[in-house]
Each structure stands twice: as C-alpha cells, then as structure tokens.
C-alpha cells in the first residue's frame, strides 16, 4: 500500500523530505512500519527513540495503519 | 479558560494577563528563554519546528490534564517556532488560580509534559555548525 509518511528534525533530515510517499508492503502495524523504516533508513537506529503517530495521536506498536492515515515520525521532542 | 498556541511572531510576556481574572490570586509564569551556550559552545540561534496540529493537540491535553487535577481557572501556553534568537522567549506558560499553589503545580507540570510530549524540536546553530537537540532529562 501507499502510505504518506510526515517526518520531523532529525528524522526528516535521515529519511530526506518532510512529507513523503512510500509503498510499502506487508506492513499493517506500527511495529511493521517502524521495522520498515528502520530497514530503508538505517541512520535511524541512531536516534534514541522512534514513536509513530497516526492521525495525530501516539500510536502502540500494535495499532493498525491504512492507506488514509496520517502517519508521521516522531524522534525525541526537543520543545521549549 | 484554555488558550493555546503555535506561532511564528516574538512572544511577548503581556501573555501573562490572559490568565488574569477577578477570581484568582496568584498568576504563576514560566518563560523559556534561548540560551547563548551549551556545553561551552557559543549558540547564535534556535530553529524550531513543529508538528502543529498535533502540538496544539497536546498541548490542549496538558491543559485539560491540570484543570481536572489542580483548581486552576485560565491555562495559557503558547509555543514559537522558527528562528528564536538568544534572549527571546520560545514558549510562554502562564497559569491563573485562587491559590498560588495550584498555580505553582501545575505551571511545572505543564512545562516538565510540554517538554516530553509535545511534538516540536530545536536545532541548535553554532558558530562552527547546528544540531538537533537531544534532549536533556
């Protein structure tokens, strides 16, 4: 499936681009997205922690993604 | 009252008086302001970026976390982004209440969750080269 995949500071500087589009296949979770990602960007194993979000909510491992969703990359929040 | 915001415009301290009101008696106010060093090297600036709709989201959860936990009446929180020079203010909490303590409590709680959940990140620009902020426990 085609999913659109927003990526953030040090994420989007790894995986080069801020919105992208990526066919991925046999991947129905989180945890099978993250797997992927980690497969395609190996410098994403250097980073201390990887949550996913969908639809703007912190999402498990086990959470479902589809094709509509909104998933973003979320490396370690550096606010204020 | 809850406001939230993310902006691109210098943040002024006048924010505070968003909390204000006849029934409270204490306004507590947290500024985070940039820094011109870390780790002995001379910072020129902050980029910060965010993942707005899902930062004011959080935000708005923080918020409604410390109103049913504390009797406090106005939560402001209003974060920038962008170019953040050396002095200026990058995010602007401001908590009205009866009582100062509830105000105290949870101005450090919105601040300390602010700075583990919400989805924003600061690139540190140095004389000699920038990097992502790691964060600092």
């Known amino acids: ?80 | 009252m809850i406001d939230i915001a993310i902006t691109d415009k210098p943040l002024d301290l006048a924010l505070a008086d968003k909390a204000a009101g006849p029934a409270n008696g204490a306004i507590t106010v947290f500024v985070g302001t940039v820094r011109n060093r870390t780790d002995g090297r001379k910072v020129l600036r902050l980029e910060f970026e965010a993942y707005r709709g899902m930062a004011e989201k959080e935000m708005r959860r923080i918020a409604d976390y410390a109103q049913s936990r504390w009797p406090v009446r106005s939560i402001v929180i209003h974060h920038r982004v962008g170019t953040v020079r050396v002095g200026e203010a990058a995010v602007i909490i401001a908590i009205g209440a009866e009582r100062r303590d509830a105000a105290f409590r949870a101005c450090r709680f919105a601040i300390d969750t602010l700075k583990e959940t919400v989805p924003i990140w600061k690139k540190e620009v140095f004389e000699d080269g920038e990097e992502w902020v790691q964060p600092h426990p």
């Open chain 1, 1 to 80: 499936m085609k999913l659109r995949i927003l990526a953030f500071g040090i994420t989007r500087d790894i995986m080069g681009g801020s919105n992208l589009q990526l066919s991925v296949d046999n991947v129905a979770t989180v945890g099978e997205l993250k797997q992927e990602l980690l497969r395609r960007y190996p410098a994403l194993h250097g980073i201390a922690s990887l949550m996913i979000a969908v639809n703007s909510t912190y999402a498990a491992d086990t959470d479902p993604i589809k094709p509509a969703d909104e998933v973003a990359v979320i490396p370690p929040v550096s606010g204020g």
